[in-house]
Structures are given as structure tokens and as C-alpha cells.
């Protein structure tokens, strides 16, 4: 399958865009250079044999739109997504897309009664972690039960700054 991908300095450093034909499949902090190992494995496990070629034509909005969330121009994004992982996976990550605003955030206890699972916070928070889509599905504003920042795949110090980005922490 022939994975599209661009890459640009963000505010928060390199991000990685990766697109097929359906849609944004990730967004990673960092190159391709040095994540390309990582993604070829996360595409196998997939089921998808990937055919790497540098476009920006086919990350165009998805830059766009990041570059205007950036600016503060962009409360929600409209890019299409064509999301890997598994069928609990994906309710998590919907309910992260369709739940949690541009400035609020939510406990992964919140996110596990919005699937309907009130049991599976742990399950929640592996989802959460496995996150392709960074920034775009806002996993950087699910924090823990006490209000705290606990756990994001850039870092704590990019949770903080999204949030903070967003006017959720001063």
C-alpha cells in the first residue's frame, strides 16, 4: 500500500504526517528518518505492507490544519481520518474525537462511562496510549482522576503545552 507522508517544524518540534488514499493514518512527533522502523512495524502488524513516498499534495490540509490550530485559528479539525487498531481502540478514540472540546478535558475513567464500559479504564488508557492520530484525536486532554497530567506518547511537556495552547492550563 503506498503511505504518503510530509513532515514540518511544528511549535512543539518535527511532526510526521502519513496519509493512503482513504485519509490521515498518523501523526507522529518526529522524521521518518527516525521513526520509519517503528511505523513499517505498527503498518505490518496492520496488515499492511507499506510503500513509503514523500507527498506533501496528500498532507496538504492536515498541515494546513495544524498550522491554523497553531495559530489559534482552529477549534476543530475536518481532515479525514482512516484510524488502525482495533474495534475497542477505535470507540475510544471516537469518543476522545466527539467528547472532549478544544479546551476541556476529561478523566480516562470519563472516557470508559462514555464508551459504556465503566470497568475498563485501564483498557481505556492502553487505547489512549496507542493514539496514531496525535493531536488531531485529542488524547493530550484526557488526564487522570485527580486532575492530574499523567501519560502522553510526546511527552508530558507537549501534553502541557497543547493544554496550555488550548486555555486549559495557564
Known amino acids: 500500500m503506498e503511505i504518503y507522508y510530509d513532515e514540518w517544524e511544528s511549535p512543539i518540534g518535527p511532526l510526521l504526517v502519513l496519509a493512503c488514499e482513504e485519509g490521515i493514518i498518523r501523526i507522529d512527533y518526529g522524521r521518518m528518518k527516525d521513526l520509519k522502523d517503528e511505523i513499517s512495524a505498527w503498518l505490518l502488524k496492520n496488515g499492511v505492507k507499506p510503500i513509503f513516498i514523500k507527498d506533501s499534495n496528500q498532507t496538504t ?3 494546513n490544519e495544524l498550522e491554523q490550530y497553531f495559530k489559534g485559528e482552529l477549534r476543530k479539525f475536518a481532515m479525514q481520518l482512516h ?3 482495533t474495534p475497542f481502540q477505535k470507540k475510544v478514540w471516537q469518543a476522545l474525537l466527539d ?9 480516562y475513567q470519563d472516557i470508559a462511562y462514555t464508551i459504556g464500559n465503566p470497568k475498563a479504564v485501564r483498557a481505556v488508557g492502553g487505547a489512549v496510549n496507542r493514539n496514531p492520530v496525535a493531536i488531531v484525536v485529542p488524547c493530550h486532554r484526557v488526564i487522570g482522576k485527580n ?3 499523567i501519560g502522553y506518547n510526546g511527552g508530558l511537556d507537549k501534553k502541557e503545552f497543547l493544554l496550555k495552547h488550548e486555555g486549559f492550563l495557564n
Open 61 to 63: 490540509q492536515a498541515k
Open 83 to 85: 484510524l488502525f487498531g
Open 99 to 107: 467528547d472532549i472540546p478544544h479546551g476541556q478535558t476529561k478523566s
Open 147 to 149: 486532575g492530574k497530567l
